[in-house]
């Protein structure tokens, strides 16, 4: 499912590399404390999380490291 991330969000990601031409892999704690590795952001706007993560707030997003 396709999420529009906050603002706050969008501009820190707006100052990180890309992993790929237009998108870039996160992680993500989600209220709650449930964590999410290498989860695809596109364009620096629209995240790709899981069905069940619906209407989960996000505590914290890092740009992910290999």
């Known amino acids: 499912m396709t999420v529009k991330l906050a603002k706050k969000w969008v501009d820190y990601l707006i100052r990180q590399p890309e992993s790929g031409m237009g ?3 996160v992680d993500v704690r989600l209220k709650g ?3 999410l590795h290498d989860v695809p952001v596109f364009n620096a706007e629209e995240i790709d999380l ?11 997003l890092q740009l992910h490291k290999d």
């Open 23 to 25: 998108f870039q892999k």
């Open 33 to 35: 404390n449930r964590v």
């Open 50 to 60: 899981p069905e069940d993560c619906a209407g989960s707030a996000i505590e914290e």
